[in-house]
C-alpha cells in the first residue's frame, strides 16, 4: 500500500491476462515484451523513462547473487532520473482513484526490477 492511498500498487507479469482489479496498467520495461502484440497487452502507459537504463539492466543478467547491487544501482539511478517526480504525481493520481499495476516481462517474480520500482514508489510517494 502507498501512503496516503486507498488503493493498491501491484507489479504482474505482463504476459498474464489482465485483471479486474489491476486498474491503470504501466509496463515499466524499457523495451517491449518479446513475442507480446499491442493489443492484447492491456496496457495503459508505457514508462520507458522509469526503466533501468541499459547498464544496470545488463550488468544485473536476473543473477539472484548480483541483485542487491543492481537494487542499488537502479534505486541510485531512480533517486537521480529527472522524469522520476512527473512519474510519481501520475501514480499518486491513479491511485486516488483506483488501483494501478506494474507490468514487467521478466521471468523472475521476485528478483526484478519492478519489485525494486514498486519499494522505491512506496518510500516515496507521500
Same mark, same amino acid.
Given at each position: 500500500?502507498?501512503?496516503?492511498?486507498?488503493?493498491i500498487?501491484?507489479?504482474?507479469?505482463?504476459?498474464? %491476462?489482465?485483471g479486474?482489479?489491476?486498474?491503470?496498467?504501466?509496463?515499466?520495461d *524499457?523495451?517491449?515484451?518479446?513475442g507480446l502484440?499491442?493489443?492484447?497487452?492491456?496496457?495503459?502507459?508505457w514508462?520507458?523513462?522509469?526503466?533501468?537504463?541499459?547498464a544496470? *539492466?545488463?550488468s544485473?543478467k536476473?543473477e539472484a547473487?548480483?541483485?542487491?547491487?543492481f537494487?542499488?544501482?537502479?534505486t541510485?539511478?531512480l533517486?537521480? /532520473?529527472?522524469?522520476? %517526480?512527473?512519474? &510519481?504525481? &501520475?501514480?499518486?493520481?491513479?491511485?486516488?482513484?483506483g488501483?494501478?499495476? &506494474?507490468?514487467?516481462?521478466a521471468? /523472475?517474480?521476485?528478483i /526484478?526490477?519492478?519489485?525494486?520500482?514498486?519499494e522505491?514508489?512506496e %518510500? /516515496?510517494?507521500?
Amino acid at each position: 500500500m502507498v501512503k496516503g492511498a486507498i488503493s493498491i500498487l501491484k507489479i504482474k507479469r505482463v504476459y498474464q %491476462e489482465a485483471g479486474g482489479d489491476d486498474g491503470y496498467r504501466i509496463l515499466v520495461d *524499457r523495451l517491449w515484451p518479446r513475442g507480446l502484440a499491442k493489443e492484447k497487452a492491456s496496457i495503459d502507459y508505457w514508462a520507458k523513462e522509469i526503466s533501468p537504463s541499459h547498464a544496470i *539492466r545488463k550488468s544485473f543478467k536476473h543473477e539472484a547473487g548480483r541483485f542487491e547491487d543492481f537494487k542499488n544501482a537502479y534505486t541510485d539511478e531512480l533517486d537521480t /532520473n529527472q522524469q522520476a %517526480e512527473e512519474f &510519481l504525481n &501520475l501514480l499518486g493520481g491513479k491511485l486516488r482513484v483506483g488501483n494501478v499495476t &506494474l507490468l514487467f516481462a521478466a521471468k /523472475n517474480e521476485t528478483i /526484478n526490477h519492478a519489485v525494486v520500482l514498486k519499494e522505491w514508489i512506496e %518510500e /516515496n510517494l507521500v
